[in-house]
């Protein structure tokens, strides 16, 4: 099983900037899509960005021009770039990513979360 291992969280004050980072390790043949959630207690869980592995990116409308998705497919991480932050951006902040192990199944994986929280 692939390991999805987040850094970057913290606490920052409204305006500022943080930059999360997620790296999967474990036995990876190829993995696809890969992404960004985030949840709050008591709400679902909601998609912030999502990439492909061609590049193509799509965004919440809630963070469209505020937040930038990017990776590096050569050391298999996802970079999640959050700019402008505003305090209903506090939230658990989850990586995902679609993989295939040896080139055959498809599998989805999440990582174990990492807290952002932005203060007034």
């Known amino acids: 099983q692939v390991q999805l291992v987040e850094s970057g969280g913290g606490l920052v004050q409204a305006g500022g900037s943080l930059r999360l980072s997620c790296a999967a390790s474990?036995?990876?043949?190829?993995?696809?899509?890969m992404g960004w959630y985030r949840q709050t207690p008591g709400k679902q869980r909601e998609l912030v960005a999502h990439?492909?592995?061609?590049?193509?990116?799509n965004y919440a409308d809630s963070v469209k021009g505020r937040f930038t998705i990017s990776r590096d497919n050569a050391k298999n991480t996802v970079y999640l770039q959050m700019n402008s932050l505003k305090p209903e951006d506090t939230a658990v902040y989850y990586c995902?990513?679609?993989?295939?192990?040896?080139?055959?199944?498809?599998?989805?994986?999440w990582g174990q979360g990492t807290q952002v929280t932005v203060s007034s």
């Open positions: 474990g036995i990876i043949f190829s993995i696809n899509a």
């Open positions: 990439i492909t592995s061609g590049g193509s990116t």
């Open positions: 995902h990513a679609n993989y295939s192990p040896y080139g055959r199944s498809w599998y989805v994986n």
